[in-house]
């Protein structure tokens, strides 16, 4: 029940956004003098609405979205009233048209710092300063965490559940060595037998380096520097940036990387500010990244459709965002539900923006382009080659929104058929 509550929580947050993001084009465009005619939250048939000055205002069956009619936002637009040509939003300045078609955006943004300021007061915000992959890892300080057991791959039949369930002596699994010399978690080594080390990649390599047997490792805690003798053991294991590589007879201590620094971080009204800041950028760049990496994405959606194991890095649609929603909410952790809220907001902000018809994005984008084009003409002493007929642009239209509608649906079916889960 919770599942589902939640789920149908978070697909109501995403069409409040929605709706918001119309809002923003709405009184953007109002108060910049243009005329809107409607605003709906919804698609399909109306269920009702109400008039109020020249904008009607309602609610439509289908609740995938919402509009903002604004008059005349092309040159092509053949619905234009003769009494309102002069409002028509193509004859606006740049700039003016630039706000308006980035107020939705904006509105996407502001909801993310909103989300992310009561997040880093409430629950915190994660520590985004920890590596967040396994080439940042290695460059990490050789700070550990300490394994009850390990499991000798070349013993084992079946995989350990978890270091922290194990049973010595059955199916490959020993005590930890490192545990067993008296290592202690957040113990900062220094030198495995005569080999110094400062990062965690350094430190992995020089014990897999080593021999089999006693190893003298020298360790940092609480500020005192101390040994201990650990009783290395020989194992296989792949690469350690190459999980799935070919493996190879190693030295194994029984660690890992960790760190004792939390990983939400509380913040005060103040300086949360600050933080929902750093936080949003984090998640731009994250965003650009995705969407640089959506391409190579669509071999691995269509394989989760017809049999393989889905791959959690590949994109999402709305129903997949609900679910995972949703499975928080089940989970008693509102936390990831708020993360993945701003999170999907950023990205729909961002997406938004690209230059592609019938994105907002495209439309700045033309906007500029007729502005940087009619200035370069008149420095050349020519006529203005007035505005881009966007009757001549339908063709890249369409193939936007058919590519973007394979997209939606691919993805759309592989988060039924094949969902991401965060907790197993």
Known sequence: MLFWLGAAAFALTILISVSLHELGHMITGKRLGMKVTQYFVGFGPTI??????????????????????????????????????PRAMWRFPVWKRTIVMSAGSITHFLLALAGAWVMAIF??????????????????????????????????????ASSDDCVPGQNGVLVSPAAAAGLQTGD????????????????TDAIRASAAGATVFTYERNGQTATATVDLVSDERPPLDDPDGTVSTVSVAGVSWTTDEPVMVKSNPISAIAASGEYNWYLVKGSFKAMAKIPEKVPALWHSITGDERDPDTPISVIGASRLGGEAIEKGVPEVFWQIFISLNVFIGLFNLLPLLPLDGGHIAIAWYERVRSWLYLRLRRPDPGRVDYYKLMPLTYAVILIGGAFTLLTATADIINPITIFK
């Open 123 to 160: 629950v915190g915000l994660p520590n985004i300063h920890l590596p967040q992959t396994s080439a940042e890892q290695r460059d990490a300080p050789a700070m550990v965490y300490v394994a009850k057991c390990v499991q000798l791959q070349k013993e084992a039949t079946t995989t350990m």
């Open 48 to 85: 009702f609405s109400f008039k109020r000055g020249e904008t009607e205002y309602g609610l439509k069956a289908i609740p995938l979205g919402g509009f903002c009619k604004i008059v005349g936002m092309t040159p092509q637009d053949d619905d234009v009233a003769p009494e309102d040509q």
């Open 188 to 203: 900062l080594i220094t030198k495995v037998g005569a080999t110094a080390v400062s990062t965690y990649g350094e430190l």
